[in-house]
């Protein structure tokens, strides 16, 4: 493989990206929309809840969201949050908002970023487990990355792969019951390193040719997302 082709290859990947970023500033005031909620559920009934990332909303997980409605994964919920605070209070938040709008059945887990770290902790430290039977991360820092040490901001330093929180969650025992599946962006420029996405349990699937935001619209992540949900119950 010559030295041009990867220079190309790397320039087509930088442009599918910056794409991938406009895609999801475009959908961005969407997600300022109050999300449906979904009616009380039996005890076998899933619903599938989506996090998302540093500085994002719902909105950047509407076109999966699209595509697994399609295949039968009606019951849905897309999670709101404020970039601040810490990942720990991040996590409390969503614990009580799923249970005050999840009300009954199952949870599935799909984060993108920063959120698959708050999905963790809620898992790990603070009950989830026993209403969680999946969680699939796209992009997460799961060993931090250390791109975090660009920003001056609290919350993102808590990214930092030798940081107190990095070390603290990947100490704690793997959530008992829970599938975990990572899913890796190999041109991710916002995890370095890129290996970083692989959560220190449960499986990995690598997209080589990816970045960290095009994993939000690309369909062969979308079909990774539903092998890994499985058929829906309803």
């Known amino acids: 493989m010559s030295s041009e082709y990867d220079r190309d290859d790397v320039r ?17 005031p969407l997600g300022r929309r109050r999300a449906g909620v979904p009616p009380a559920a039996g005890r076998e009934t899933r619903t599938v809840v989506f996090v998302h990332g540093l500085g994002a909303n719902r909105a950047g997980f509407l076109p999966l969201q699209t595509y697994l409605r399609a295949l039968g994964h009606r019951r849905q919920y897309a999670v ?12 409390l938040q969503l ?21 698959g770290l708050v999905a963790r902790y809620y898992l790990q430290q603070l009950g989830g487990a026993r209403r969680v039977d999946r969680l699939i ?6 060993g931090g990355t250390h791109a975090a040490n660009f920003l001056p901001s609290a919350l993102v330093r808590q ?26 962006a190999g ?48």
């Open 12 to 28: 087509r990947a930088i442009v599918r990206e910056g794409l991938s970023y406009l895609a999801h500033g475009v959908l961005w």
């Open 80 to 91: 709101n949050y404020r970039s601040s605070g810490s990942l720990e209070a991040l996590a």
């Open 95 to 115: 614990r009580h908002e799923l249970r005050r709008v999840v009300q009954g059945g199952r949870i599935d887990l799909v984060a993108h970023s920063l959120g």
């Open 137 to 142: 991360t796209l992009g997460t820092p799961h």
């Open 159 to 184: 990214l930092l792969p030798d940081g107190p929180f990095i070390r603290h969650l990947n100490a704690l025992p793997a959530p008992a019951g829970v599938h975990v599946t990572s899913l890796v």
């Open 187 to 234: 041109r991710d420029l916002l995890v370095q390193p890129t290996e970083a996405a692989r959560c220190p349990f449960g499986d990995t699937r690598r997209f080589d040719d990816l970045g960290h935001v095009e994993l939000l619209f690309r369909p062969s992540v979308f079909g990774e997302v539903a092998r890994i949900l499985g058929a829906s119950t309803r």
